[in-house]
């Protein structure tokens, strides 16, 4: 489950920078041209015929900036048998990285922002602290995904995966 869980995150960073409004159909927003570019995936275990398929769910996508890239999602990942046993749930929180000068400037003050998130235990990157609270629309992303991570949990997903770049 593991190579499966790293081949979904390597997706999924893959995804975060794919064109949505550039490439959608004219009836489609752009969240459904994103969670169309979301296809499941199956593998076959070599010489054997278990089959196991990863299924993505698209939840929510921050559209951020003139070009209205994607800058963060939410995605729903379960991994289950071809016969559709489900094995686990995830849930992805995908950031996209730096992409232009002005995601470098937010990336210069690179020093460990221990205070941000101190009652999870963690610390990050402060320039990823400032992508990860920009405001999209005066909405603070961070809070959105809080809600959606407290309900996901409450459903018993297996865990949370952070990925991108």
């Given at each position: 489950?593991?190579?499966?869980?790293?081949?979904?995150?390597?997706?999924?960073?893959?995804?975060?920078?794919?064109?949505?409004?550039?490439?959608?159909?004219?009836?489609?927003?752009?969240?459904?041209?994103?969670?169309?570019?979301?296809?499941?995936?199956?593998?076959?275990?070599?010489?054997?015929?278990?089959?196991?398929?990863?299924?993505?769910?698209?939840?929510?996508?921050?559209?951020?900036?003139?070009l209205k890239r994607?800058?963060?999602a939410t995605v729903?990942?379960?991994?289950?048998?071809?016969?559709?046993?489900?094995?686990?749930?995830?849930?992805?929180?995908?950031?996209?990285?730096?992409?232009?000068?002005?995601?470098?400037?937010?990336?210069?003050?690179?020093?460990?922002?221990?205070?941000?998130?101190?009652?999870?235990?963690?610390?990050?990157?402060?320039?990823?602290?400032?992508?990860?609270?920009?405001?999209?629309?005066?909405?603070?992303?961070?809070?959105?995904?809080?809600?959606?991570?407290?309900?996901?949990?409450?459903?018993?997903?297996?865990?949370?995966?952070?990925?991108?770049?």
């Amino acid at each position: 489950l593991r190579s499966l869980l790293v081949r979904a995150a390597l997706r999924l960073s893959e995804w975060i920078y794919e064109d949505f409004d550039e490439t959608k159909k004219p009836e489609e927003s752009v969240e459904q041209a994103a969670q169309n570019k979301l296809n499941a995936e199956d593998f076959r275990i070599a010489a054997s015929m278990v089959g196991l398929r990863i299924e993505y769910e698209l939840r929510k996508i921050f559209l951020a900036g003139p070009l209205k890239r994607s800058q963060k999602a939410t995605v729903d990942v379960t991994f289950k048998t071809t016969s559709e046993k489900i094995l686990e749930k995830r849930l992805f929180l995908v950031f996209r990285g730096t992409t232009c000068k002005n995601d470098w400037m937010h990336n210069i003050g690179m020093f460990a922002d221990e205070y941000s998130f101190a009652d999870e235990g963690l610390a990050v990157h402060s320039g990823f602290h400032v992508m990860c609270t920009q405001c999209i629309n005066g909405i603070d992303p961070a809070k959105l995904m809080l809600k959606t991570i407290k309900e996901k949990v409450s459903q018993g997903i297996a865990g949370i995966v952070i990925t991108g770049h």
